[in-house]
């Protein structure tokens, strides 16, 4: 129903910035995309909560290790969330995915829909 594609990965020095772009595609038409949010998983480790924003864009949330650094954004007439990333930290390094819901209940938990996720490698 909901087809997600993650961009904007690669190989960055530490205090660099990325910018990932996720394109979203809804498959049937009584289908809507309420909240989207980025996950990470680095290796080794589980995947985890990385930012999430709401339908009209009006509420953000961050994990503590991002704030001030990452910021997520919308727009919702080319269907696409992206997560600007500055002050880059090896610690950093994960494979990032785009996730989204479509009944506004999820937040930092529970979302159905995945991309296949991009890399971002951040070298010390």
């Known amino acids: 129903q909901v087809q997600l594609v993650e961009s904007g990965g690669g190989l960055v020095q530490a205090g660099g910035s990325l910018r990932l772009a996720c394109a979203c595609a809804v498959s049937v038409r009584t289908v809507s995309v309420y909240n989207m949010a980025w996950f990470r998983q680095a290796p080794g480790k589980e995947r985890e909560f990385v930012a999430a924003i709401s339908r009209s864009g009006s509420m953000t949330y961050y994990r503590d290790s991002v704030k001030g650094r990452f910021a997520i954004s919308r727009d919702n007439v080319k269907n696409t969330v992206e997560l600007q990333m500055n002050s880059l930290k090896p610690e950093d390094t994960a494979v990032y995915y785009c996730?989204?819901?479509?009944?506004?209940?999820?937040?930092?938990?529970?979302?159905?829909?995945w991309g296949q996720g991009t890399q971002v490698t951040v070298s010390s």
């Open positions: 996730a989204a819901d479509v009944d506004g209940t999820k937040w930092t938990i529970g979302y159905p829909y």
